[in-house]
């Protein structure tokens, strides 16, 4: 009789990249070597190498680990009994709430996919397909005709990444919630508009 089916164990790189990202949400990424890194979590900066193949290419996995955390939460949300765009909401507090520690990192590692840089050529094909296919499926759901919904996800996600910026650059939270909340009244209406 077989037993009850078990997750596979992590790879050992996943399970350095988990170490990473949490040690970098508690002390901030900022010049961090290696060497520090692999200090602070119990391994070598030659297994970090061995695994990632460089500071870029660690960070790169960083990114993507964190864009993905973040991706999961929101399909969760959207899942969940709240209303859609109050889920939307909570999610934005939830990553602005992280914006000190990973927006940094994540614009700079966006200008390395800009400029085609290898180790970030993953987080160049995430950027383009990873949020906006969610998000215009969320609107579709909400009844944007299927026409609009991709401008509007893409609005949205441009909307999000521009506060995010300017909590990370400038700090004021207070100011990027209020445009949030409003963008957010904004679509309702829109919505509302359309599907009714």
Do not use: C, K
Not at 32 to 46: F, P, Q, V, W
Not at 122 to 135: I, K, N
Not at 146 to 166: I, K, N, V, Y
């Amino acid at each position: 009789m077989a037993g009850p089916a078990t997750e596979p164990a992590p790879s050992p790189r996943d399970v350095l990249l988990a170490r990473a990202v949490e040690w970098f949400a508690g002390h901030g990424v900022g010049d961090t070597s290696l060497r520090t890194l692999a200090d602070g979590i119990g391994t070598s900066h030659r297994m970090l190498n061995y695994h990632f193949g460089s500071r870029a290419g660690l960070l790169g996995a960083v990114v993507e680990a964190v864009e993905q955390a973040e991706h999961a939460a929101l399909v969760d949300l959207a899942a969940s009994d709240l209303d859609p765009l109050e889920a939307g909401l909570v999610f934005w507090a939830r990553v602005a709430d992280r914006a000190e520690v990973f927006a940094p990192l994540f614009f700079e590692l966006s200008t390395h996919a800009m400029r085609g840089q290898p180790h970030a050529a993953p987080l160049r094909t995430w950027l383009r397909t990873g949020w906006t296919d969610a998000l215009r499926d969320a609107y579709l759901r909400l009844g944007v005709p299927p026409d609009r919904a991709p401008t509007l996800a893409l609005q949205s996600l441009a909307m999000a990444r521009g506060l995010l910026f300017e909590v990370a650059a400038t700090g004021n939270r207070a100011a990027a919630d209020a445009a949030m909340a409003r963008w957010t009244h904004m679509v309702r209406r829109e919505v509302l508009e359309v599907a009714g």
